[in-house]
């Protein structure tokens, strides 16, 4: 089916779903780098959260352009940011049927909280969002926590 023709809430439905899969995959990566060296299930549980997102990778970029590319560099309020704001009205557009992205949510306070411990800052609150809507504001907080970092380390 040609792009044009697939509603735009799918494609993003579809985006979402992807985006949590790699988050859970890097969120995996980052805790077995943080505690050392890991054990042969976690290593098969590793390579199996590699797999689904690399399918759904796939099958995403065959079917859409422009192609998924993961942002590498999320380590600064600069680079973060921006990418809370992006993802966050992605999740403004989806209804709840979409399922929860936990692990996206994560993702974003573990990069927040590194940047928050290099800058000597306090790391943002962790509220319980209940759906993808309160998930966008959660991230949209996190956007304007790094805004409000920026801020802070330019009159520094």
């Not at 988050?23 to 689904?52: C, D, F, I, M």
Request: hydrophobic share 40%; with cysteine; net charge positive.
């Amino acid at each position: 089916m040609p792009e044009s023709d697939v509603p735009r809430a799918s494609r993003s439905a579809e985006l979402a779903v992807l985006l949590d899969l790699e988050a859970s995959w890097e969120n995996l990566r980052a805790s077995r780098t943080s505690a050392g060296l890991s054990t042969l299930p976690e290593l098969k549980g590793n390579q199996r959260a590699y797999e689904v997102f690399h399918a759904k990778l796939v099958a995403y970029n065959k079917r859409y352009a422009p192609p998924h590319i993961a942002e590498l560099l999320l380590n600064t309020p600069a680079r973060l940011g921006p990418w809370c704001k992006k993802v966050s009205a992605l999740f403004a557009e989806l209804d709840d049927g979409v399922p929860f992205p936990a692990n996206l949510l994560e993702k974003a306070y573990r990069l927040a909280d590194g940047i928050a411990s290099k800058k000597g800052w306090n790391r943002p609150g962790r509220p319980t969002p209940a759906g993808v809507r309160s998930a966008a504001r959660e991230l949209d907080d996190l956007a304007a926590w790094c805004a409000e970092l920026g801020r802070a380390s330019a009159t520094v």
